[in-house]
């Protein structure tokens, strides 16, 4: 069973930056997809974006898109989330995920906590 650690959430206000990480247990190159979603109080929990391990293709969210950048690094076992331009409907709990197969389900870290204030 992988392990996922996120870190990085914290409080900022309007037009702030904040870096997520997810420091994963095992080898990155033996997952298919790895993801941040993200829960707001009250509603679904929501992807907001993904990659796909070994196509440089990375999804987002109309959302976020040209705000926020996932990127990782296979030699650190980490995936990030690059969060620019903070707005205060980003407020919500962010989880890291990863399908180890790509008919598998997601396997969930505990979250960290993001905050924007206006």
């Known amino acids: 069973q992988v392990r996922l650690v996120e870190s990085g959430g914290g409080s900022v206000q309007t037009g702030g930056s904040l870096r997520l990480s997810c420091a994963a247990s095992?080898?990155?190159?033996?997952?298919?997809?790895m993801a941040w979603f993200r829960q707001a109080p009250g509603k679904e929990r929501e992807v907001v974006a993904h990659l796909l391990i070994g196509v440089n293709r990375p999804y987002y969210d109309d959302s976020v898109r040209d705000r926020f950048t996932i990127s990782r690094d296979s030699g650190k076992n980490t995936l990030y989330l690059q969060m620019n331009s903070l707005k205060p409907e980003d407020t919500a709990m962010y989880y890291c995920?990863?399908?180890?197969?790509?008919?598998?389900?997601?396997?969930w870290g505990q979250g960290t906590q993001v905050t924007v204030s206006s």
């Open positions: 095992n080898y990155m190159y033996s997952r298919c997809q």
């Open positions: 995920a990863e399908k180890q197969y790509c008919q598998g389900s997601w396997s």
